[in-house]
C-alpha cells in the first residue's frame, strides 16, 4: 500500500520524518517483546497496534491488539524487526512518547511514558491530556 507510512527506527530509538509520529518510540524491550509475541504466533505478518480511545479512569485509555492488516491512516513505527502500528488520530495523543516493555515485581507489561500526559490513572492504562 503506497498510502502507508513508514518510519524506521533501527539504530536509532526515535523515529523520525512523519510529524504526527516524530519522537513517537519503541525501547529495545519493547521490540524485543513484539518480536517474542509475533514468533508464538506463528504468523510473520502480525504487527502490535496501538490505539487511543475515549474512556478509563483519566478520559483516554490505550489500547494493544494484535493485527495483520493496515488501514489507509496508518503508520508503522519499526525498531530491530519489529513494528508497531498506530493510526494517524491515535498518533496525534501519543507524539514524544516512548513505548517499552517492563518486567518488576508488579507484573510484565508494555508501558507508555506520553509526556502529552496531564495525568494518569494508577495503573498506567488511561490517560488525559
Known amino acids: ?3 502507508l507510512h513508514t518510519e524506521t527506527a533501527a539504530a536509532a530509538p526515535a523515529a523520525q520524518g512523519n510529524a504526527a509520529v516524530q519522537g513517537l518510540s519503541l525501547s529495545a524491550n ?3 517483546r513484539i518480536r517474542k509475541i509475533v514468533a508464538a504466533e506463528g504468523n510473520p505478518d502480525l504487527k502490535l497496534r496501538l490505539s487511543v480511545s475515549g474512556g478509563g ?3 483516554f485509555q ?3 491488539t494484535l493485527d495483520d492488516s ?3 491512516d496508518d503508520m508503522i513505527i519499526e ?3 519489529a513494528a508497531l502500528v498506530i493510526d494517524t488520530l491515535s498518533a496525534e ?3 514524544g512518547s516512548e513505548i517499552d516493555f517492563v518486567e518488576d515485581l508488579s507484573g510484565a507489561g508494555f508501558q507508555i511514558r506520553n509526556p502529552m500526559a496531564t495525568a494518569s ?3 498506567g492504562n488511561s490517560f488525559a491530556v
Open 1 to 3: 500500500m503506497s498510502d
Open 30 to 32: 519493547a521490540a524485543t
Open 57 to 59: 479512569c483519566s478520559g
Open 62 to 64: 490505550y489500547g494493544f
Open 70 to 72: 493496515m488501514g489507509q
Open 79 to 81: 525498531r530491530d524487526g
Open 93 to 95: 495523543y501519543m507524539r
Open 121 to 123: 490513572c494508577g495503573c
